[in-house]
């Protein structure tokens, strides 16, 4: 195997190092929580285009729900639109296994229609990983991608622990290059690859299988720079990068300085520097419009990853949802909880969903002062065995803990799950489905597309704001505040907030409520529309009983379910209840902020129904909260006497959700 490596080692010297740019997805999910539009990337794309790039990474990931939910775009018609106009340079997508774009897991029919058409609509490289290196969860998407013409990129999803060896690694490797991959990639999704690991990891992989390799980090910690010279100049052929305006911290190392570093060497990157130059420009702009304040970050190297592991994707997503559940100054508390509820699991990589599931459960111990007081349906699944093999063996005290007397299974996930295409779309209200792509988003995100769907089949002018609009003008708004804030102090002690608040935004108006609580303010009025409302000190802010105040969505940080969506010709949710909360003495509320559904999912009947007679312990609702799904139950015996809220509805912490006779 030596001689065969040393001979590997000298031809890769003599070609151009291929680098792929993750400016068009990793990079602004990393940074900016996802929130690049089309149409920004449409103004830059014939520049990107003609630079030079191995690849363009620009979608899957977390771009595919954030289309949808937060932009208002159709996701396929991104890829339609970049691959008209990136005409030199094979686009890339990050594929999650049998999670696809989602989640959850799907069945083998979804994700092969799944992956024929994002070939047909111009993705040509498909890295494909699973958050638990359980190749199990790979065999079908690529076999798919292989079916279907694409390049099939097969992935070592990259952390440490007692169990994550070099060894378990080229084991993990063989195994994938016995389904077929083209290449492989080393992801190193939160920075913690170390420049000596690098050059280990890659010289094994290199000494054992004969297929490419290529690195993708994070420069979170520091290390990612010197990781990606290390693992080059072991015989990795292939590293990502982002444009400079768009690099560092969470996101990947510059292009510029590592094609500096490289066209020094005996490697050579081919790329165009003028053009690098104008599209580092343009991001530079474009930054002041898309980055949320709250995935702002504080430090350009975060040391601490070396011991939480959050990924670069996560954490921008972590601050946003505690600071959406009025918890950002638990922030710290939370990443340490992380490294305890990643034990507790097994030590996943914390990728896509696993992060989710341990990040959430994690920020769900810290909220609730009681370790595993709640936990959210997805973790239950994960402790079950329902995403895969965990790395390391689950503590049999900790499964009965969380299952009871239930056996996780032992076999393929995707066994368990029957043909989902045939009878996917049945139930679909008549004229929301206009192509077959939308069938596969429908089957990725249920009431995102529904939502979605409905708002594009409306009028221009009859559409709801684009929420990512929305979180736009909050910000504006707290910048507003802290303005006012100051002139107040050298006038009257009151502040009109009429341009703060959007027309029937309510949740501007909860956000800049949240933003003066802590300005010592002698009044705070708001006018817009006919809502109004005034806040003074010493003094109760009034409450509307059957208009609850809708809190801002969460940034997707990505469930292990579809979750639960109206449907037309499906058993019907109860309507919400008029009447007052205050009556009840007897309650069940919310425990974070978040969404509210009174079905475990689409078409099924709801838990509770007013009239039904419930005992302490049942499940009564489900509230969806960073994107995971938690079953909120009755702490006492009673009688269902109201629902306040309907499917759909955003909620907040302490909202009375429903009252018991």
């Known amino acids: ?333 939370a990443l340490k909880e992380v490294t305890a509820v990643r034990k507790d699991l097994g030590y996943p990589p914390l990728v896509t969903p696993t992060s989710q599931i341990v990040g959430t459960q994690a920020v769900m111990n810290v909220l609730s002062g009681e370790r595993y007081s709640m936990v959210p349906n997805e973790v239950k699944e994960y402790v079950r065995g329902k995403y895969g093999r965990s790395p390391a063996p689950i503590d049999p005290e900790f499964i009965k803990k969380i299952l009871g007397d239930e056996k996780p299974i032992d076999h393929r996930p995707a066994d368990d799950i029957k043909p989902m295409l045939p009878t996917i779309a049945n139930d679909l209200e008549a004229g929301l489905i206009k192509e077959d792509e939308d069938v596969l988003s429908y089957a990725m995100f249920p009431e995102v597309a529904i939502e979605y769907f409905k708002w594009r089949n409306l009028p221009e002018e009859e559409r709801d704001p684009i929420p990512a609009d929305l979180e736009m003008e909050a910000d504006k708004s707290t910048e507003e505040v802290k303005i006012t804030d100051l002139a107040m102090k050298q006038g009257n002690g009151k502040a009109d907030t009429d341009q703060m608040v959007h027309t029937n935004d309510y949740t501007g108006i909860a956000h800049v409520i949240a933003q003066t609580a802590g300005l010592n303010l002698d009044e705070l009025s708001i006018r817009k529309g006919d809502f109004s409302i005034d806040i003074r000190a010493n003094g109760a802010a009034p409450r509307p009983s059957a208009q609850p105040q809708p809190a801002a969505a969460p940034s997707p940080v990505e469930p292990a379910q579809s979750s639960p969506a109206p449907q037309e010709t499906a058993p019907q949710a109860p309507a919400a209840s008029a009447g007052d909360a205050s009556a009840y003495d007897n309650t069940v509320t919310a425990p974070l902020v978040g969404t509210f559904y009174a079905a475990s999912e689409p078409g099924q009947p709801p838990f509770v129904k007013v009239g039904d007679s419930v005992k302490a312990g049942d499940t009564v609702c489900i509230v969806e909260a960073m994107k995971l799904f938690n079953e909120i139950k009755a702490t006492k015996d009673g009688i269902v006497g109201a629902i306040f809220y309907k499917d759909g509805d955003k909620v907040s912490k302490g909202d009375v959700l429903i009252g018991l006779k």
């Open 1 to 333: 195997m030596a001689d065969r490596s040393q001979k590997k080692e000298d031809a890769l010297h003599k070609l151009p190092l291929r680098i792929t740019d993750t400016t068009l997805r990793d990079a602004h999910q990393s940074l900016w929580a996802t929130r690049m539009r089309t149409s920004d990337i449409m103004e830059i794309i014939d520049t990107i285009d003609k630079a030079g790039y191995y690849s363009l990474e620009m979608w899957g990931g977390a771009t595919f729900d954030v289309c949808m939910r937060f932009l208002r775009e159709n996701p396929w018609e991104r890829l339609r639109e970049v691959k008209k106009r990136a005409t030199k340079t094979p686009l890339q997508m990050l594929l999650r296994g049998q999670n696809a774009v989602g989640y959850r897991n799907y069945s083998d029919d979804v994700i092969d229609k799944f992956v024929a058409l994002a070939c047909k609509n111009g993705i040509d490289i498909f890295r494909i990983f699973d958050a638990l290196n359980d190749t199990r969860n790979l065999e079908a998407a690529i076999k798919a991608v292989k079916k279907h013409g694409g390049h099939a990129q097969g992935t070592l999803a990259y952390t440490t622990s007692p169990v994550h060896t070099v060894e378990k690694y080229v084991e993990y490797a063989k195994e994938q290059v016995q389904l077929g991959v083209d290449s492989l990639c080393i992801k190193d999704m939160a920075g913690i690859l170390s420049p000596i690991m690098a050059e280990k990891l890659v010289s094994a992989l290199i000494k054992e299988v004969d297929v490419p390799i290529q690195l993708h980090a994070h420069a979170t910690s520091g290390m990612a720079t010197p990781t990606y010279v290390e693992g080059v100049r072991a015989g990795a052929g292939a590293i990502d990068c982002s444009i400079s305006s768009m690099a560092g911290f969470t996101s990947q190392p510059p292009v510029e300085t590592l094609a500096s570093i490289f066209n020094e060497t005996n490697y050579a990157t081919n790329l165009d520097f003028d053009a690098l130059a104008d599209i580092a420009a343009f991001f530079s702009k474009l930054k002041h419009k898309r980055a949320h304040k709250s995935t702002a970050m504080d430090s350009i190297i975060d040391p601490g990853i070396l011991v939480h592991q959050i990924p670069g994707g996560m954490i921008s997503n972590f601050r946003s949802q505690l600071d959406m559940q009025g918890a950002l100054d638990k922030l710290d508390d």
